[in-house]
C-alpha cells in the first residue's frame, strides 16, 4: 500500500501543478500501472528534463511503501538568434523606375527568440520571436496554456503578431494580427 508521495527537485514548479499528474493515491495498493502514468502525465507537462519513481525500500517487510519522485526541471529560457542574407527579385531601386519589373534587392537578416516554459510555476509558455531586415520586419507573441486550469482536455492559446513588408514593386504591406484559441 502507498504511504506518501514525497516529490524533490522542485524549484520553480509549484506543487499544486503537478497534482493532477500524479494518479498514485495514499492508501491505495501500490500499483506499478499508477507509478508509469504519474511518470508520463509529469512528462507530459514538458516542465521536467527527468522524472524518476522510486520505490522507497522495495524489498522491506514494511506494509505502507513511500514513493520518491525525483525531478530535474528544464531550463526555462530559451534564446535562439541567427544572421542571414536574403534576396528578393522586384525590389524598386530608388526613384529610378525605368525597370516595371524592379531589380533584385539584398538584405541582411537578423533572427530572435526568447521563450520561457514554467511562467509562473505553472505550465504556461510565453515567446517573442522576431526578425529584421530592410526588405522585412515581422515580431510575434505566443502564449500558451495547455491544460487550461487543471483540465487535461482544454487548451489556451493567444497569437498576435505585426508584419511589415516594403520597398517591393508589386505590393507594400503592413499586417497587424491575433488570434485567441480554445480548443477541447
Do not use: C
Not at 530535474?72 to 538568434?81: F, G, L, S, V
Not at 526568447?114 to 515581422?138: K, P
Amino acid at each position: 500500500f502507498l504511504r506518501r508521495v514525497i516529490t524533490t527537485g522542485l524549484h520553480y514548479t509549484r506543487p499544486k501543478t503537478i497534482a493532477r499528474a500524479i494518479t498514485l493515491k495514499e492508501g491505495e495498493p501500490l500499483d506499478e500501472t499508477a507509478l508509469v502514468e504519474t511518470q508520463r502525465n509529469m512528462y507530459d507537462l514538458a516542465l521536467f528534463n527527468e522524472v524518476n519513481p522510486v520505490i522507497e525500500n522495495p524489498n522491506g517487510e514494511e506494509p505502507r511503501k513511500t514513493v520518491l519522485l525525483q525531478t530535474t526541471e528544464a531550463r526555462r529560457w530559451d534564446i535562439a538568434y541567427g544572421a542571414g542574407l536574403e534576396a528578393q527579385t522586384g525590389t524598386v531601386n530608388g526613384s529610378n523606375n525605368s525597370n516595371p519589373n524592379g531589380t533584385v534587392g539584398v538584405s541582411p537578416r537578423v533572427l530572435l527568440q526568447i521563450s520561457r516554459i514554467n511562467l509562473f510555476g505553472r505550465d504556461q509558455t510565453a515567446s517573442i520571436r522576431g526578425n529584421y531586415g530592410l526588405l522585412e520586419q515581422r515580431v510575434d507573441l505566443v502564449y500558451q496554456y495547455p491544460h487550461l486550469f487543471g483540465n487535461r482536455n482544454f487548451n489556451f492559446s493567444f497569437n498576435g503578431g505585426y508584419n511589415n513588408s516594403q520597398d517591393i514593386i508589386t505590393y507594400s504591406a503592413s499586417k497587424l494580427e491575433g488570434s485567441l484559441r480554445l480548443t477541447e
